[in-house]
């Protein structure tokens, strides 16, 4: 803020910069509320909004494969920006020409286009920067959604958006290296790890694309191990660590009743929480994860849906149960993972054979 408006004091200085920081995570969060708008107008759910040091970011429950919802999802952010950018450039303007002979209300105003001033130039570099044409950018979308129009392929035309992307973010990070070698080490910084953010996000959006393509069609109950293995809710926490954990050497097992309705889950870590003096007298139920805080789908459900429940609820599988919750399988994160990447390398193989 010194450099915007001179010769105040640092408390001055302190309520301008944090009067500025809110405006801008507030000018964040109506540019992330602008891609939710559209999404939920073409019914899609989004979840959340997290704001964080890089900007901000929309968790949407799917992508849009139509290139118009997708064009106008991403540039609605970017035009927000820049809009929001005019308005407090247009008050800048406002204030400036408001005349005053008081030396508190001088003061007073500087401080208030100190802020204007940061606004305006914040909103329209957020608007620009978020249209450069680099994943996980609005203008890497932006992009994306102009390739399927030309392509017609969004396969494609996603991996040539993310490749765009990741030798972008190589520009950014050599072009922060020479501000660093020119001395500015806070700006060469700064740029590097924005050109590490864009590289990271552009590889790691197109492994998990890459991840969901192959998994497309693919139900867990087609997949599901039905050979499993349970535990009673009556069972003492020594029993079951003594012919269970022991004997199969798992690290977690599933709790169900005489109809095998999935009650909870057992850990080790829990068991072995649990002094060994006690054991005996503590049982599964005192001790076991409830339901709620498990990834439980049905046979029917898509098997890139179940990696996506898995990773939100942070376990390593899934329980398929049916529609009365009794317990029919098991799928792991490994098992999902795994046949990815078989599919992958079998549509490799496909697509070099058909080469000419």
Same mark, same amino acid.
């Not at 899609?44 to 997290?50: A, D, F, G």
């Given at each position: ?186 700006? #060469?910084?700064?740029? &590097? ?7 990271? /996000?552009?590889? %790691?959006?197109?492994?998990?694309? @890459? *991840? ?103 376990? #390593?599988?899934?329980? &398929? ?7 029919? /399988?098991?799928? %792991?994160?490994?098992?999902?993972? @795994? *046949? ?17």
């Amino acid at each position: 803020m010194p450099e915007y408006v001179k010769g105040l004091s640092s408390v001055e200085y302190w309520f301008m910069g944090s009067v500025g920081t809110g405006l801008l995570f507030f000018s964040i969060l109506l540019h992330e509320l602008a891609h939710s708008m559209v999404a939920r107008r073409y019914n899609i759910p989004v979840k959340s909004i997290t704001l964080f040091i890089f900007g901000g970011v929309s968790d949407i429950a799917k992508e849009p494969q139509d290139f118009h919802q997708e064009f106008k999802m991403s540039i609605m952010g970017p035009l927000t920006s820049l809009g929001l950018g005019a308005i407090f450039a247009a008050l800048l303007l406002v204030v400036s020409h408001g005349g005053t002979n008081s030396s508190n209300t001088i003061t007073y105003l500087s401080q208030v286009k100190g802020i204007l001033f940061y606004a305006a130039i914040v909103n329209v570099m957020l608007g620009i920067f978020n249209l450069v044409p680099a994943f996980p950018l609005d203008g890497g979308r932006v992009l994306r959604a102009g390739l399927v129009r030309w392509k017609k392929d969004y396969h494609q035309a996603t991996k040539i958006a993310t490749t765009i992307g990741v030798l972008i973010s190589y520009i950014f990070m050599g072009f922060g290296f020479m501000v660093l070698l020119r001395g500015d080490f806070i700006g #060469g910084l700064w740029i &590097v790890l924005i050109g590490w953010f864009l590289h990271s /996000g552009a590889q %790691s959006y197109m492994s998990q694309f @890459e *991840l969901t393509t192959s998994l497309k069609g693919i139900i867990v109950g087609n997949i599901m191990n039905t050979q499993i293995i349970s535990v009673k809710q009556d069972a003492s926490v020594y029993f079951v660590f003594k012919d269970f954990f022991m004997t199969t050497m798992k690290s977690e097992l599933p709790v169900t009743d005489e109809q095998s309705h999935l009650l909870g889950m057992i850990t080790l870590r829990l068991i072995l929480n649990v002094p060994e003096n006690q054991r005996k007298s503590v049982q599964v139920q005192d001790i076991m994860i409830p339901p709620k805080y498990l990834a439980v789908m049905e046979p029917h459900a898509q098997a890139e849906k179940a990696l996506i429940e898995m990773v939100s609820k942070r376990v #390593g599988k899934v329980f &398929v149960c049916d529609n009365d919750g009794r317990l029919l /399988g098991v799928v %792991s994160k490994t098992d999902i993972i @795994e *046949l990815a990447g078989e599919r992958q390398k079998y549509l490799q193989t496909i697509k070099s054979t058909m080469k000419p």
